[in-house]
């Protein structure tokens, strides 16, 4: 079986299951990355010019917090993009923003929130291929003990409605193309 399988990890923690790891944390990674969530322009602006990051992931909330940062020129990464609907996924698919779907928010919710959860990743899915949106799983591990390797994030995909091919995509190839256009 291999070790490596050629995947790209945008949020997590380094470990030989990933060819490359992207982290929050700098110098845990191959790219550093800033996750904003809410706040006002001028405050993000700020921290992205001090922080200096590869790439940024912005944390996603109602529709109308939605919008303003799937306009953001700045934002490359969408986290937790429900609720979503035809519009935003239009814009994100114009200003070339990915969906990120990350498996550490389901696994630390449980019972009726995890349910809730599950169904909100369901309509983004079905919402992104509609709209042929580029999305993302990420493992989003801490550390080696919640690691995930790229198969069990494969099959998370498919439990959200993507087919085999469209899920091995969302963890290898859609986050590749990413990297490569980052290291550039």
Do not use: W
């Amino acid at each position: 079986m291999l070790r490596n399988y050629l995947a790209v990890d945008l949020r997590g923690y380094a470990n030989p299951y990933y060819a490359h790891v992207a982290s929050t944390v700098r110098g845990a990674g191959d790219l550093y990355a800033v996750e904003v969530c809410d706040g006002p322009y001028a405050k993000r602006k700020a921290l992205l010019k001090a922080e200096h990051p590869d790439f940024v992931i912005a944390r996603g909330g109602d529709l109308s917090h939605n919008r303003k940062l799937l306009e953001d020129p700045d934002i490359a990464v969408m986290s937790r993009p429900y609720p979503l609907d035809d519009t935003l996924a239009k814009i994100a698919r114009d200003n070339n923003v990915l969906l990120e779907l990350c498996f550490a928010d389901v696994r630390a919710a449980s019972g009726y929130a995890r349910s809730r959860m599950l169904q909100s990743l369901m309509r983004t899915v079905s919402v992104a291929r509609k709209r042929s949106v580029p999305l993302v799983l990420t493992s989003g591990a801490t550390d080696e003990y919640s690691l995930v390797t790229p198969r069990e994030l494969a099959a998370f995909g498919t439990v959200l409605g993507l087919d085999p091919c469209e899920a091995k995509a969302a963890v290898t190839t859609v986050p590749r193309t990413f990297f490569q256009g980052m290291v550039r």
